[in-house]
């Protein structure tokens, strides 16, 4: 598939569009970070964030500028019915796909999902921008879960121009995603913070956070063993937990990620 290049206002988009990814601090602020941007990005009617679920058979997802979500509750559970989840979600790529690359628009007017969902929402053509897919499973579909940013326009079909565009922001989106995916995992001063811990009852978890002896960490942290031990208990009795995994387990459990839990391709 041979793709535009980007104009020199494009770059400059894409730039500008990779710097406010990259000031979002929580996985769970991301989706609607990056359906905003999309939206600002290429004209469309609107943008989302959306989580294909093939477990519990739905769609969900975040939307700009409008919630849609009770809207898409409106999904049939046969997700296999709906236009472009076969190629998105049970052939995993990077690919950015259009609509109009797998049906015509005559084709789209005759499904369920067209006249139940889309013409109400103004979906004539549709961009979907790979994002995560889940692993595959045993019973021969090929994701249970798949994540993507897509967008919708009433009036006009996407241009290769615009491909290219939602590529390249498709490559932010990712590393921003893989970005807020490990931090999620690490164990920090102000996770602990979060708990009521104090400073040194938090920096002595995160000393101990990756295996490290209480000899080690406390050489790290310049105190003797005894008075890291004698934090450790205290933060051990804050977050109502005898040990050091359970602890651990604690603060990396602080805010689950709702998105980005599947494979992130590169």
Request: proline share 4%; hydrophobic share 40%.
């Amino acid at each position: 598939m041979q793709m535009e290049a980007p104009s020199q206002r494009d770059l400059r988009r894409l730039l500008d569009s990779g710097y406010e990814l990259g000031l979002v601090a929580r996985m769970n602020d991301l989706p609607r970070e990056v359906a905003r941007i999309a939206y600002e990005l290429v004209l469309c009617e609107h943008s989302g964030w959306i989580v294909i679920d093939f477990g519990r058979g739905g769609m969900e997802g975040v939307h700009w500028p409008h919630d849609l979500s009770e809207l898409f509750s409106q999904v049939p559970s046969d997700l296999t019915t709906v236009p472009l989840v076969s190629a998105a979600a049970l052939a995993p790529s990077t690919t950015v796909i259009r609509l109009s690359d797998f049906v015509s628009r005559m084709e789209l007017h005759k499904t369920a999902i067209y006249n139940d969902l889309y013409r109400s929402l103004g979906v004539e053509y549709q961009i979907v921008v790979p994002i995560s897919f889940g692993a595959p499973s045993s019973d021969g579909v090929r994701t249970k879960r798949a994540e993507s940013l897509t967008l919708a326009r009433r009036n006009s079909d996407f241009s290769e121009q615009e491909r290219t565009l939602l590529d390249e922001f498709g490559r932010h989106v990712r590393n921003a995603t893989r970005r807020l995916r490990s931090i999620g995992k690490m164990v920090t001063v102000a996770g602990g913070e979060q708990f009521g811990l104090t400073l040194r009852q938090s920096e002595s978890l995160v000393a101990i956070a990756d295996g490290a002896s209480v000899r080690k960490a406390a050489e790290l942290l310049r105190v003797t063993p005894k008075t890291l031990e004698n934090h450790l208990q205290a933060a051990y009795g804050r977050l109502g937990v005898s040990n050091r995994s359970a602890a651990l387990a604690r603060l990396r459990s602080a805010e689950p990620a709702n998105f980005g839990l599947g494979e992130i391709p590169y």
